[in-house]
């Protein structure tokens, strides 16, 4: 058989090239990768699932820290409806430490901050959406806000309760009173996923394949500002648009 005839019988018989190999077991691989990420999904989801048992003996653990009325805003005509604005913007956070202070690292010295906490800032798809279910009277106490975000390189745009004034931070136990409950064969099935993915480092390439193009990179561009007249223009055109503007 002369090399000719050997070539037409490898298209013939469809055979794949050592490139062609190469690529289609990368691409089984990725495949096999994608349904690893899904299958680890769903074993989270099902645990998430699982009811909540109360215990028997609840016990403290830290502390916790979240927006109550005024006393004066809790003692006039509008105390209802603050506080049913209150329940919808509402943060809590939780600490080991009564004081909330974090530790940070200055000049080789190591300093205790207390942690700030604020309301809840809306997105613009809550705003729009009506699972938030602002009334038109609640709408007026939040201003629009736009501020570019250094980390990740886009405009921040939200809206923020305009009087943060009416409500003032208070601590608390954390009491634990229920616990979700355990299913053996699911947690040991879900711990077998993780443990092979960290065995072979797999989380890099499973992040790559399911969630690197997800980045809000180009998700919001400022309509409200104009793009310059002169953009993307040549500069003879710029040149007779200056002159008409002249003689007018």
């Not at 018989?13 to 994608?34: F, G, N, P, V």
């Not at 003996?57 to 049913?84: C, I, N």
């Not at 979700?180 to 064969?185: E, G, K, N």
């Not at 193009?213 to 309509?223: F, V």
Request: charged share 35%; hydrophobic share 30%; net charge positive.
């Amino acid at each position: 058989m002369c090399r000719n005839e050997g070539a037409v019988y490898a298209q013939s018989c469809r055979l794949k090239t050592a490139r062609q190999k190469r690529r289609a077991q990368k691409a089984d691989r990725e495949k096999q990768l994608i349904r690893l990420e899904k299958l680890r999904t769903k074993l989270w989801l099902d645990k998430q699932q699982l009811p909540w048992i109360p215990l028997e003996e609840p016990y403290q653990k830290g502390w916790k820290r979240f927006f109550v009325l005024r006393e004066d805003v809790k003692r006039s005509h509008m105390a209802d409806f603050y506080q049913t604005l209150l329940n919808k913007i509402n943060t809590a956070q939780y600490s080991r430490d009564k004081t909330f202070s974090s530790r940070k690292r200055r000049l080789r010295r190591y300093e205790y901050t207390v942690r700030t906490q604020a309301l809840r800032e809306i997105s613009v798809s809550e705003w729009n959406s009506p699972k938030l279910e602002l009334t038109e009277k609640e709408n007026l106490l939040f201003y629009r806000y736009e501020r570019w975000c250094y980390q990740s390189g886009f405009w921040k745009v939200g809206y923020v309760f305009a009087e943060p004034w009416r409500f003032v931070l208070r601590v608390r136990p954390h009491i634990i009173t229920e616990q979700r409950m355990i299913d053996a064969d699911l947690e040991a099935e879900f711990q077998r996923l993780e443990n092979y993915i960290e065995r072979n480092n797999l989380h890099g390439k499973i992040y790559k394949l399911t969630r690197s193009n997800r980045g809000p990179r180009n998700w919001y561009k400022k309509k409200d500002i104009p793009s310059h007249p002169f953009k993307n223009k040549p500069l003879h055109v710029v040149l007779a648009e200056c002159k008409e503007t002249t003689i007018t």
